[in-house]
Structure formats: C-alpha cells, structure tokens
C-alpha cells in the first residue's frame, strides 16, 4: 500500500522531564482533529477513517462525530475506532484502502497524534512479517473500574518487545535501516546497532517515524511493538511525500491543571445538539441579506429577518481584538487564564474564546492567531467541545 500524505502534531505543554504533555483543555479527540486538518484540502479524498490509541476510556462518549465535525467531513462517513498501539496502526494501514485516514493519538506523555492519507504516493509499506507471544501485560482500566496491573519490566522487555524485535528484524534484506515503533530510542538502539526510534511509544510512533523516514528517503524496515505482538513492513520512499507538522516551542506545564474551585456543571443534551455544528464546526449563519450570524440566529440580527439560515464554516484565522487574564477562582477553571474576543479574518464576526498553548497574558491586543478545537468544560461527565484562540508563535 502507499501513503499520500503525512501529518504529525505535538503537544505546546511539555512536563518536568521535558516530556510533551496534554494541555487542560486537550484529549484524543482534539488531538486527532489537530493532526487531520493539517491536511487542508487533502481531506476532500477522504473516504474513511479509522482512529486508533491505546486509550480505550478516551473513546467513550461522543468522540466520533467531534472528530469528523472537527476535520470538516461529513458525518455520514464511516469511522472506525481501533484500540491499540503501534502495531494496531501498522495493521490498520496495511488493510486499509484508497481513501482512508489513519489517526493515530498518544494522550499520554510522551503524547502526540499523526495522520496519514492512504492513496498514491511517495511511501510504499510492504507487509513482511507478524508475531504473537503471549506475554502478561499491565490493563488500562475502563472509568470506574479497578486498576488491574501485572507490570514485570523485565518479563516485558526480554520475553516481550526485545524478543519480538529481533525475530522481526532478523529478516530484513539489503541496506535498509533498522526503525522501531513502540519503545523509546534510547531502548531501540540498545537491541540494535544503528537502530532508531522516537520518544512516543504508543499507536502515532510508527506514523511519526514514516514522517522521518519520508524527508531521508532512505529505505528501511520499520518494526512496530507493543508488549509481545509486532509487526514489520519494509519502507521504500520513491518520490516527494507531504509531510505537515505542528510542534511549537514546549511551555512547562504546571504541576496540576486541576481547577482551584469544583465544579459541577450540569449537561443538556439539548442545548449540546443544538449548539454542535457552530461550536465543533465553527459554522455561522448566513441570512439571504448576505450578513453572517455568529452563532447562528433564528433571526437576523441585521436585517430582523425569521428564516433558516444556511451554514457556513469560518475562517480559521483571527486577530484578537480585546484580551483579559482571569485571576480569580473560578469554579471549573484553572486560573489564572486568559479570554479574548477575536476578530475572524475576512467575515466581521467576532468570537470569544479561551487564549490556549500560551502562558496566560501571552497574547495582547493585535496578536494573529488560529481558532482551534479544544474541549471547552466537561458538563456532567460529558465532554463539551469549542475553539480557543492559539496564538501565532513568536520568532525568537
């Protein structure tokens, strides 16, 4: 099979040990729209998509339809939700067909997600071998459930990865270079001479490594590894592949982003349905007079007209028009924080939104700038999503 086009995206936050870590206002669903709509206007060929992390507790709820509203497809098209790490994405790439989208996400520090285009390209992926041992493993508990753990570093790592690796790799042919999916770099070049890895070691490592191995253009045999399963395909780059990447310098992250003040905040499915495709979708409505209504409007608020108003995306682009840092506790929030009112490129339509992947105070009046999708409170357990404003990063 061949890749079109790759897309990789990384956390601004990073942790104590420089690790890049989610923000706050950040989850798999995020991350995965993060890394697609790097895409632009490759998305159009989307025919599929299937997302794939090793969190399962992640997909619950309403994860499907934020990700296809987020990438600007339809929601009619299908999407699959695969639980698994680097060898569920090299699997799922290699069974996948013209047209699909593979996203991969990591939540969990090191986090990260990519997206890959199946479709002709410059990358092509040949399936060369699999294997399976069984192999105790720590689980990943479900919300509510007890945390069950048998965690042997040893046993995992010698009867484990490291056993699976060297089968694997054992059968590479010619001068292709060894890149291993699923343990950290400084682990890959232990099992090897001249091996290499990536920090990530969840489901967006083998896609993070493909985005590498497209700017060399050197062949190699890539294996994925998760515990005792791995698989290998061998990586041949002919020509130019689209690689686009989202990594701004890393913020340290603060110790808790737990919020100074509970808060319950109640839900309403209603209020939820209603609001989805302006809030997820930054769509507006547009009256027949031509004015844009943000949010949509059962009536103009130029022309007084009753009628329903079609919807029409945003612009992503946005200059912050009035900015203030909130210090005061605020039940729910973390603080202090910053809330801007922004200018949206091109439309008159001002939205307010929460300043993101900035200290707070980082963006003054005039800053340029992006709406991006983040999950703006979680109401009743249920995970509520809109856009912050991300400023454009200054050059050093």
Known sequence: MQIAALATYRPTWADARGRRTLGSDEDVATLAVSAGRLLGGRLTSVQRVVLVTRRPDALLGTAPEVVLEGLGLDPSTPLVEQIGGAPATLETLLGSAEGTLVLAVDPVAPAASAAALVGPGGITLDGRAGARHSVPVRTVPLPGATDLTYDDPRLLREGGWKRVVRELAGSAEGERHLVIAGVTAADAAKIARGASGVAETEAAAPLLLLARLAGSRSPARLVAVENGHGVAVDVTVAGAVPVLAAERSAHPAPVTWAPSVAADIPASPAAYARAFEAKVGLKAGV??????????????????????????????????????????????????????????????VRVLAHVTDDPPGAAPIGSPGELVLRRVATRAGVPDYGYAFQPEEQQA
Do not use: H, I, M, W
């Not at 919807?311 to 729910?332: I, M």
């Open 287 to 348: 009256c027949s007079c031509g004015e844009l209504n943000y949010p949509p409007r059962a009536q103009c608020q130029s022309c007084g007209v009753l009628e329903p108003q079609r919807l029409q995306p945003l612009p992503r682009a946005a200059t912050v028009y009035s900015v203030v840092t909130v210090r005061a506790n605020v039940p729910g929030k973390t603080v202090p924080y910053s809330l801007a009112v922004v200018d949206v490129d091109g439309t008159g």
